[in-house]
Every structure is written in C-alpha cells, then in structure tokens.
C-alpha cells in the first residue's frame, strides 16, 4: 500500500510536540497552563435555553447553506462592526469553525496552475497551522514569510520576489495576529489588497480575534477593501464565536466574501463539510446579534493585558499585544525556556518555534519562533498573576 506524499514533510502538531518535549519532567510547582487558547470566560447565561428548546432540530438534518436568521444576523454584525452591506444570500456562508472554512477555502478556491507553473500559498510564519495543511492538500507550494519584530509582527508579502508572487493564487494573513497581537493597519490592508490586485491572488484574512482588543477596534479587511473599491471576489473575510463570546465548542463560524467565492464553498459544501447542527444555528443567531457580553468579555482581557505589560515593561525585546490574548515573550531558546518553566514553576507554555517554519534561505531562513514562548492569556486572574508572577522570575530574573 501507498501513501500520500504531500503531508510526509509536516511537523509534530504543536500539543503532541509539547507533551514529548515535557515527557517525565514533573512540575515544580502549582501548575498553571497558558499553552491552549481556549477561551475560559462565561458565555451567555441563556444559550443553554435556546439549546433546549430547540433541541428538536437535532433530529434533523441541518439547513445546509445555514439559516436564514443566521444569515442575517452574521450580515447584520459585519454591518455594525465594518459598516459594509453584505447579501446574508450571496456574501455569507456560515461554517462549523472557522478551521473548516480556512482549510476548504482553499480546496475550493486554490487554482490547480498559475500562469503555467505550481501555485503558491502565502502564509504568514509563524502561523495557524491549518493555513499550510490547506496548501498542501490542494498540491500548492506553501511560502513562509516571516512576521518578525522588523515587520511590525505582519509578514511583508511585497518583498517577496516576482517569481513567487507570480505563481501565488491564495495569501493569508491573521489579524489580530497569533500568536503576536499585532494589528494590520488601514495602510497594510490597502498595500495588500493592491498586491493581491496586481498579482490576481485572493486574500483569506483570518481576524478571529478581531473582538479582543485593549482601546481600538482592529480595522477589518472589509472596510478598507469596501473603501478602495476592490473587487468583492479578491477577499474572503473568516471570523467566529470561539474568542468573541467564548464559544469554542459551539463551532459557530463564518466566510464573507463576493457572490463567486461563496458559490464555491457552498458547492464544496454538498459533498465535503458539515453544517452546524440546527439547534446551534439558533444560539449563533443570538449570539452574534448581542454585543453586551462581549464587551464584558473585552473588559477581562484588558485587565489581564494591562498586568502583563506592566509586569513586563522594560523586558528587552518584549512587546505588549495590540490585541488578542496571547503574550509572544523573547528568549534564548523557546524550548529550554519552556522546560526551565515547567520544572522549576510548574507554569507551562508553548515554545514559539512549534507555530512556525524554516522559511528558506530565499524567505528570510530560519524560524523566526525559535527565540520565543507564547503565553495565553486566558486562565482566571488569580491563576493567571501568580504564574505570570513566576514565569518573570524564572526567565528573566
């Protein structure tokens, strides 16, 4: 038996990679887990109630292309939020986490050849790592492009030579970035939106932290895309409950973008991918139209950011997060640190090289996690400060 080729060069998924490298070391001390962002602030009250008396649509299939209501209500978010007027019929498509539409996206979107040669994926390094599933799966040549303290944390797609923005057919950029915090501006967008213009790729943003943020709303692709008059096909916006409301399970997603590009994923849809079950479409519908609970939401995590950068101002090379829930901390060594942490304060964290890739002499080389940990910030404050707390006194003295 044969098998598949195209994954053979993928690394250890981030968690198993962790759990090996941490294999018979105990901790040294009351532990504290700041690897997985996963959400632990409460979500509305009333979702449970809309489960229940709805719970009859778990007897039936789902509406595929999702409800109507949801539809609308998705519409009517990107409205308040962007001030853009998208058709919930023709613009919106919701999905079961944002994770399906960013690997399908591609599936869906991805041409087969680019003028004449193997198409390329743009990603930003570090990254999501389903952002380079995606491009293998589809047989693309995924390009890492270093997002660095030089780059403001944001890869810089217009360096990249012509040869490889010639045969490009997707980039994706996430902002609010993970695991930096860093957040494209009305220029980045606009330059990159020209770019992908100019070299005829489609731009998959992924702002699914969009919500978390200290003082100002992060600028959305939509609005400056809306703003420059760019063709609706030449960007697909992604965004989701999991970090707004605190609703990872719930798995309540969605894609926005021109009439073409959703056509496509509703057409992968019939035969691949799974809708959210009714029921969930119904608390997606209350969710994404209730703003009180994120703002809540929002105000913890200002809390929690304002500790941390008032406990680590001063820390050479450290940079407070413009938004999102994730602390990107310089070190020597991202794996000995996060060893050193374990063993001595039982606080565990990710090292920063498992979210990202050798890029590649011709890319920069190297990769640009290697020197780094990435702490979440999403355990309760009085969890969360006393292993901050440690994690200080350990690493930088």
């Not at 250890?12 to 887990?33: H, I, M, T």
């Not at 990872?248 to 056509?263: D, Q, T, V």
């Not at 509703?266 to 994120?294: F, T």
């Not at 999403?378 to 400060?385: G, K, R, Y």
Request: glycine share 10%.
């Amino acid at each position: 038996m044969t098998h598949p080729e195209r994954f053979s060069n993928l690394p250890p998924y981030a968690f198993p990679r962790l759990r090996s490298l941490l294999a018979g070391l105990e901790p040294g001390g009351p532990v504290v887990d700041m690897t997985i962002g996963s959400p632990l602030h409460p979500f509305p009250h009333w979702v449970g109630d809309i489960v229940a008396q709805n719970a009859k649509g778990f007897g039936g299939y789902p509406p595929n292309d999702g409800t109507p209501e949801l539809r609308s209500a998705i519409s009517d978010w990107i409205m308040r939020r962007y001030g853009v007027g998208m058709s919930p019929d023709t613009n919106i498509f919701p999905l079961n986490g944002t994770r399906e539409g960013l690997f399908n996206a591609s599936l869906a979107l991805c041409a087969e050849r680019k003028n004449g040669e193997k198409p390329v994926v743009l990603t930003p390094n570090p990254f999501y790592q389903v952002y380079a599933v995606a491009a293998l799966a589809v047989e693309a040549e995924p390009v890492y492009v270093p997002a660095t303290r030089q780059t403001g944390f944001l890869p810089d797609y217009r360096a990249l030579p012509k040869d490889i923005l010639n045969r490009t057919t997707i980039c994706y950029i996430c902002s609010p970035s993970n695991p930096q915090g860093a957040v494209a501006s009305r220029d980045y967008w606009a330059d990159l939106i020209a770019l992908a213009e100019e070299y005829d790729f489609t731009i998959f943003a992924d702002e699914c932290y969009s919500e978390i943020y200290r003082n100002t709303a992060p600028t959305g692709v939509l609005s400056v895309a809306k703003e420059v008059g760019a063709d609706p096909e030449r960007v697909m916006l992604f965004n989701s409950l999991s970090k707004r409301s605190n609703l990872a399970g719930l798995r309540s997603g969605f894609c926005a973008s021109g009439p073409e590009n959703i056509k496509a994923m509703k057409s992968l849809r019939n035969y691949a991918g799974a809708p959210l079950a009714l029921p969930l479409q119904r608390v997606a519908e209350k969710i994404w139209a209730d703003e009180e609970h994120v703002e809540a939401n929002r105000a913890l995590y200002r809390e929690k950011l304002a500790f941390a950068e008032e406990l680590f101002a001063g820390i050479q090379g450290f940079s407070a997060p413009q938004a999102g829930f994730f602390l990107w901390l310089p070190v020597a060594d991202g794996e000995e640190a996060t060893k050193k942490l374990w063993v001595e304060k039982g606080v565990k964290v990710l090292p920063g090289g498992y979210l990202g890739r050798d890029g590649g002499k011709k890319i920069g080389g190297g990769n640009p996690g290697d020197t780094y940990i990435r702490a979440a910030l999403v355990a309760p404050m009085n969890e969360l400060q006393p292993g901050l707390k440690a994690l200080k006194n350990c690493i930088y003295g």
